[in-house]
Nanobody, 128 residues
Framework: QVQLLESGGGSVQSGGSLRLSCAAYGYTDARNCISWFRQAPGKEREGVAAISPGNTNTYYADSVKGRFTISRDNTKDTVYLQMSNLKPEDTAMYYC?????????????????????WGQGTQVTVSS
């Protein structure tokens, strides 16, 4: 059974940092495109960042470029999202997700319809 377990969320002040982790169980993570999404109350879920199979490429939403960094440790089947210079508008539930291999990572990483597996989410709250 495939499981994605996120951790590392919490409450920080504006300008602070957090590192989210997404541990994969039940499959080999390194061969998959992995995305981070977030959803704030009353808003649609949006793609934040992704890393391609083999860690060749990374992708970011414009709203987080230069502040967030996605990475993967293949030995631990874990994907990380380092978030710096956090802003109140970053407040949301953050989810990691496995993009279906039917889709091209670079074209589909931010589309919910392309996701095969979702994690349960971890809350990030940024206060001003």
């Amino acid at each position: 059974q495939v499981q994605l377990l996120e951790s590392g969320g919490g409450s920080v002040q504006s300008g602070g940092s957090l590192r989210l982790s997404c541990a994969a169980y039940g499959y080999t993570d390194a061969r998959n495109c992995i995305s981070w999404f977030r959803q704030a109350p009353g808003k649609e879920r949006e793609g934040v960042a992704a890393i391609s199979p083999g860690n060749t490429n990374t992708y970011y939403a414009d709203s987080v470029k230069g502040r967030f960094t996605i990475s993967r440790d293949n030995t631990k089947d874990t994907v990380y999202l380092q978030m710096s210079n956090l802003k109140p508008e970053d407040t949301a539930m953050y989810y990691c997700a496995v993009v279906s291999t039917s889709y091209v990572c670079g074209l589909s990483w931010s589309k919910s319809d392309s996701i095969r597996y979702w994690g349960q989410g971890t809350q990030v709250t940024v206060s001003s």
